[in-house]
């Protein structure tokens, strides 16, 4: 079993940052990559973020420029730092690791965007 536990979410006001962390635990024997999605209300889940183990990133185009995944091997941890965030950005962001042809996924941490 693999388990992943995302924290960092929470209210946050348009024009501020955020750090989400997503903690990877279990048996884990290969991780080809991690990363982050996320689902705003009334819309379908989107990836926001990737990262490979080699270190390859990819970024949504609404989030490139504003937003930095990195990751941790050696805690098995996925970061994702958002600045200069938007009330679009309002969503629930989940975590995912990728290893050896199969996705696990987080229970997902709400970020809410708002004054």
């Known amino acids: 079993q693999v388990l992943l536990v995302e924290s960092g979410g929470g209210l946050v006001q348009p024009g501020g940052p955020r750090r989400l962390s997503c903690v990877a635990s279990?048996?884990?024997?290969?991780?080809?990559?991690m990363g982050w999605h996320r689902q705003a209300p009334g819309k379908e889940r989107e990836l926001v973020a990737r990262i490979s183990s080699g270190g390859i990133t990819n970024y949504a185009d609404s989030v490139k420029g504003r937003s930095t995944i990195s990751r941790d091997n050696a805690k098995s941890t996925v970061y994702l730092q958002m600045n200069t965030l938007k009330p679009e950005d309002t969503a629930v962001y989940y975590c995912?690791?990728?290893?050896?042809?199969?996705?696990?996924w987080g229970q997902g941490t709400q970020v809410t965007v708002s004054s």
């Open positions: 995912y690791l990728f290893s050896l042809g199969q996705f696990y």
């Open positions: 279990g048996s884990i024997r290969s991780i080809n990559g």
